[in-house]
Nanobody, 125 residues
Framework: QVQLVESGGGLVQPGGSLRLSCAASSSIFSIYAMGWYRQAPGKERELVAAISRGGSTKHADSVKGRFTISRDNAKNSVYLQMNSLKPEDTAVYYC???????????????????WGKGTLVTVTS
């Protein structure tokens, strides 16, 4: 059974930082790439960042330079460090397990239907 549990969301002022965590069941973590998606009110769910089993990463242009995805295989966990937060980053953030290919240094992520329940991030003054 695939289980993903997010934590770390909250209320933060513009320019602030948060670190999201996702704990995955050990049965899946070693075989899947991982991703963070977000969904703002009235908008489609979008991929924010992804990381392969080997640690290659991909970040959406909207968060590049501000967010960093990482994983700790020993702890079956994936993280999203979010700095310089903006009001437009307000959304529910979801952890996802999937597949990834890395060709020529470029990672392509293919999310699978394994989701956590999400954690809300609100950026407001």
């Amino acid at each position: 059974q695939v289980q993903l549990v997010e934590s770390g969301g909250g209320l933060v002022q513009p320019g602030g930082s948060l670190r999201l965590s996702c704990a995955a069941s050990s049965s899946i973590f070693s075989i899947y790439a991982m991703g963070w998606y977000r969904q703002a009110p009235g908008k489609e769910r979008e991929l924010v960042a992804a990381i392969s089993r080997g640690g290659s990463t991909k970040h959406a242009d909207s968060v590049k330079g501000r967010f960093t995805i990482s994983r700790d295989n020993a702890k079956n966990s994936v993280y999203l460090q979010m700095n310089s937060l903006k009001p437009e980053d307000t959304a529910v953030y979801y952890c996802n397990a999937g597949r990834a290919t890395v060709v020529g240094g470029t990672l392509d992520y293919y999310g699978m239907p394994y989701w956590g329940k999400g954690t809300l991030v609100t950026v407001t003054s």
